[in-house]
């Protein structure tokens, strides 16, 4: 079945590191997507990708870096530079085709970074 | 620029009674819709979308909403809860032209009681 698959589930980051979670998606879909996720705060968009080899900042970048080498993935670094990263971190995905407009983002099932 | 409000926080029903999340848009396009409902430590799955070919949409899991222009609204509705309702609820708007990223709402969490 195709899907988005996000991994780890739960990461510990240790103060002054650097950590990187994994997007990968087989449903052929140019635009890839990382939100943010805090406690009655809704989903922030971090960073979106439309197309392999572009991205750009969303909301809340700062202390975030993203790539998107490959169609299929778009890894989220968090840098020391994000003084409070402890979140729920969700990755989503949509199509770009004659009916883009129509379609929904597909969600991967998160990956939950604490601080140690 | 779009915006989302989610009116209630936290709305709790007893099983079998209609459920109503209520949300409210904002955008300077003609937008497309969404609900997403979130079960804990998953990610968000699609309920329903407007997107302008009828006001009222019909979703999974008994869920529809209704599009309201006049009034800016795409309140959420069951007819009946059932214990596995209980979830957050997330109401998101984007733009119908382009592929900008989505606005979402701060959610709703919907608790169901026996």
């Known amino acids: 079945d195709g899907g988005i698959t996000q991994s780890p589930k739960y990461l510990f980051r240790k103060e002054g590191q650097n950590v990187t979670l994994s997007c990968e998606q087989n449903?052929?879909?140019?635009?890839m997507y990382w939100y943010r996720q805090d406690p009655g705060q809704g989903l922030r968009l971090i960073y979106y990708?439309?197309?392999?080899?572009?991205?750009q900042k969303g909301d809340i970048a700062e202390g975030y870096s993203v790539s998107r080498e490959k169609k299929e993935s778009f890894p989220l670094t968090v840098t020391s530079a994000q003084k409070n990263p402890t979140a729920f971190y969700l990755c989503a995905s949509k199509g770009q085709g004659k009916k883009r407009l129509l379609e929904p983002q597909h969600f991967g099932d998160g990956t939950r970074l604490s601080i140690l | 620029a779009q915006s989302v409000t989610q009116l209630d926080s936290h709305v709790s029903v007893s099983e079998g009674t209609p459920v109503l999340l209520r949300c409210n848009y904002s955008s300077s396009y003609s937008p497309s819709l969404f609900w997403y409902v979130q079960h804990p430590n998953k990610g968000l799955q699609l309920l329903l979308k407007?997107?302008?070919?009828?006001?009222l949409v019909k979703g999974i899991n008994g869920f529809e909403a209704e599009f309201k222009k006049s009034e800016t609204s795409f309140h959420l509705t069951k007819p009946s809860a059932h214990m596995s309702d209980a979830a957050e609820y997330f109401c998101v708007v984007s733009r119908s032209s382009g592929n900008t990223p989505l606005v979402f709402g701060k959610g709703t969490r919907l608790s169901v009681i026996a």
């Open positions: 990708s439309q197309i392999v080899n572009d991205f």
């Open positions: 449903l052929n879909h140019d635009a």
């Open positions: 407007y997107t302008s070919a009828a006001t």
